[in-house]
């Protein structure tokens, strides 16, 4: 039976100059997904979203900016926005359910400098009341994680911080990004990284990442040629529940990924729009994984290259991935 939901990636309404400043308003389905400096291999020449691509998740929400121009004119133009949203609704409960309550996000979110190319980014927001897993379509599954990890529960809070640097010399774009995530347990549920030989997991935990990457264009040949490399640590988080990996999201990774892509700009005549373009993407990942649980604040990470770790997780009856490759080849469209 359908519905008549409308599901929509991005959705906003924007208030600008008010009143009469370099201020603006902004609500409603937030530009989240695909954020920098993702949209370099993407194929696109201009940021996609406003966070980085470490915050890769669909919400609503609400921000107010203020944009301003640096005394410096080599600085060029920055903005500064205060940000909220809800990244997960509880819905309605019944009296002697689960007391779940909604995750929200509440940050801050800085363009410090943009002259030409060359940009500077940082970012930081805390994720209140986490959730341990979400309500499954299949209620096989639900009965499975329930039998696990228990009832549904909020598990902690988790604080996220990111700094982005993308520059063009010539026809070389470059970009460095270098995150933070610090988990926070709730000491009256199963907490975080609870280990299930041990008990539940009570203490706060940092985690962190790095992401290099380069792109040359031949715009001659209206080929694009780029590569990327990635690391993230053992406790490392990162909210992409939207990324766009065909296997797992390869910046949650604990471990580390390189990935070696080719964009090719398809020839055609005048666009329709200035937002119309064609090219295919064709790309290889390498992922490997030095703990376990990538993506994951429930379960303990286990260390992928100690026997007795490995025994461990066996013994649970997990067989985790130790590395991964794959191929993909897409055919896009814009308009």
Not at 155 to 162: A, F, L
Not at 205 to 210: D, I, K, L, R, V
């Amino acid at each position: 039976q359908g519905n008549s939901a409308l599901k929509v990636d991005r959705a906003f309404v924007n208030r600008n100059n008010i009143p009469g400043n370099p201020i603006w308003f902004s609500i409603v389905r937030r530009p989240t997904t695909d954020g920098g400096t993702a949209h370099t291999r993407m194929g696109a020449d201009t940021r996609m979203a406003t966070p980085t691509a470490y915050m890769d998740w669909p919400f609503d929400g609400i921000s107010m900016g203020y944009a301003y121009r640096w005394a410096n004119e080599n600085m060029g133009t920055g903005r500064v926005r205060i940000c909220y949203g809800r990244g997960f609704e509880a819905g309605l409960q019944a009296e002697n359910g689960p007391n779940l309550n909604d995750t929200d996000f509440v940050g801050i979110s800085w363009d410090v400098m943009k002259k030409d190319d060359r940009f500077a980014y940082i970012q930081s927001f805390l994720a209140m009341d986490v959730f341990n897993y979400p309500a499954f379509t299949d209620n096989d599954a639900n009965v499975a994680m329930a039998a696990s990890m228990g009832p549904r529960n909020n598990v902690g809070d988790i604080v996220h911080t990111s700094a982005q640097y993308q520059d063009k010399v010539g026809n070389l774009t470059y970009h460095a990004t270098a995150g933070w995530s610090l988990a926070q347990p709730d000491e009256s549920s199963m907490g975080m990284f609870w280990d299930p030989m041990v008990g539940a997991g009570t203490e706060d935990e940092n985690g962190y990442s790095a992401i290099i990457g380069v792109r040359y264009d031949m715009d001659d040949m209206g080929l694009k040629l780029g590569a990327e490399y990635n690391w993230g640590s053992e406790y490392w988080i990162a909210m992409t529940p939207g990324h766009d990996d065909l296997y797992k999201s390869k910046l949650a990774t604990r471990g580390s990924v390189v990935e070696l892509y080719g964009i090719y700009d398809i020839p055609s005549g005048a666009a329709i729009s200035k937002y119309g373009s064609a090219f295919i993407r064709v790309g290889y990942q390498h992922y490997e994984y030095d703990y376990s649980g990538s993506a994951d604040w429930n379960m303990k990470p286990y260390d992928l290259n100690n026997a007795t770790d490995v025994a461990t997780l066996a013994g649970m009856g997990m067989d985790p991935v130790e590395s991964a490759d794959q191929i993909y080849v897409t055919f896009e469209a814009t308009f």
